[in-house]
């Protein structure tokens, strides 16, 4: 599967952090980064392509429909999620009007958030045609006939790229190369070969490249119209055997092309363990909580707080700036910036059959001690 990149904005970082794990596990060719403001994933998307934009409502700056409708001045092509917990017509109205793929409304299941995530990334591979994107099970038997290849022709390294130079397998040591420059350079030359291709051979033949350099020798191939075989022969080590190395590439060819003939449309395999994937449900659950309690009161109140945001301090989920201290697991939570705190004399007693505050969970090494800094 080519490396989809995945961006999730929430200015709770208990949130985000959860949501990346879920991604992480149940997508797992895909690069998952996080934001907790507009601003910052405003920076994140000028350094880098993303495929799909995961965005709260309500945050702090810039809010969730704000970044939706600035990502698509800038970057029309990416797709877009809106979770929230204050769904109203007006805000249903604005995300269609800025054709967001899915509104999510919370608190929802962790199983139907990554099924949507793949639901999209799937519609990105159907509507993009340089956007290429396997199951994992296809994704593991090219893996294993690129690597089958490389032994047999004893290539230092070997790649699997589509016609726009993206990488989507590589065996082998790749240290020291540009593999990025290497693989760019070949899709060139090769969309040039399928362009004649096109002109006089009714769009199908086979294009087979060779260089012979003073530190490399590379070979490449194009596998029917959408994907490239790069091999490089470390000739410090040994010269390659030109002739070999066709016969069992043009074998590889055959075999890639067989399997991408019967590629499948299996969703991603849910690969939590029950009590991790209770612990997420739990955490969102309560990171959830709050949101719900005030998406449930009536409108005057929400637009009575919007109009008093700019004088209170936002909430440690960011969503409803001002709320009052409400309770968890029979503790006190305040209200206020950065992880929520248990008042004295509250909570758990002792008994380690509460929650955990960021601080706790720090303490006890279950999260890293920059946690809180990232």
């Excluded at 309500?58 to 970057?75: A, D, N, T």
């Excluded at 449900?281 to 945001?309: G, N, P, R, Y």
Aim: net charge negative; hydrophobic share 35%.
């Amino acid at each position: 599967m080519a490396e989809s990149h995945i961006l999730i904005v929430d200015d709770e970082p208990k949130v985000g952090f959860f949501l990346k794990k879920s991604l992480e596990l149940s997508q797992k060719h895909c690069r998952v980064s996080t934001a907790r403001s507009g601003k910052g994933a405003l920076k994140v998307l000028e350094n880098s392509k993303v495929e799909l934009l995961i965005t709260d409502l309500r945050m702090p700056g810039i809010s969730g429909l704000e970044l939706i409708r600035r990502v698509k001045k800038s970057s029309p092509k990416t797709q877009t999620i809106l979770i929230t917990a204050y769904g109203n017509d007006e805000v249903r109205a604005e995300a269609r009007r800025l054709e967001v793929y899915r509104y999510i409304a919370k608190p929802f299941n962790v199983r139907d958030f990554t099924g949507v995530v793949d639901q999209a990334l799937k519609e990105i591979a159907l509507t993009r045609p340089e956007f290429t994107i396997f199951s994992d099970k296809s994704f593991e038997r090219m893996t294993a006939r690129l690597e089958e290849l490389r032994a047999d022709v004893d290539a230092h390294c070997a790649y699997l790229a589509d016609m726009q130079g993206q990488c989507l397998v590589e065996v082998g040591p790749t240290q020291g190369i540009d593999s990025t420059m290497l693989l760019t350079l070949l899709a060139g030359g090769f969309a040039t070969s399928a362009e004649l291709a096109r002109q006089f051979n009714g769009g199908k033949a086979t294009n087979l490249s060779y260089q012979e350099g003073e530190h490399y020798d590379i070979y490449s191939a194009n596998v029917g119209e959408s994907l490239i075989i790069t091999m490089l022969f470390d000739r410090s080590v040994q010269k390659s055997r030109v002739g070999m190395v066709w016969l069992y590439t043009r074998r590889a060819i055959d075999d890639l092309q067989t399997l991408l003939s019967t590629l499948d449309s299996e969703s991603p395999v849910w690969e939590f363990e029950d009590d991790f994937e209770s612990t997420i449900m739990a955490e969102l659950d309560t990171a959830f909580s709050d949101d719900v309690s005030v998406a449930e009161t009536d409108s005057a109140e929400i637009e009575s707080a919007e109009a008093t945001q700019s004088q209170m301090d936002h909430s440690s989920f960011g969503e409803h700036a001002g709320t009052p201290l409400s309770s968890v697991n029979g503790g006190t939570v305040k209200s206020g910036s950065g992880s929520p705190k248990r008042e004295p004399g509250s909570g758990d007693n002792g008994r380690g059959d509460s929650l955990l505050s960021f601080e706790e969970a720090i303490e006890k090494g279950l999260l890293p001690s920059d946690f809180q800094d990232r």
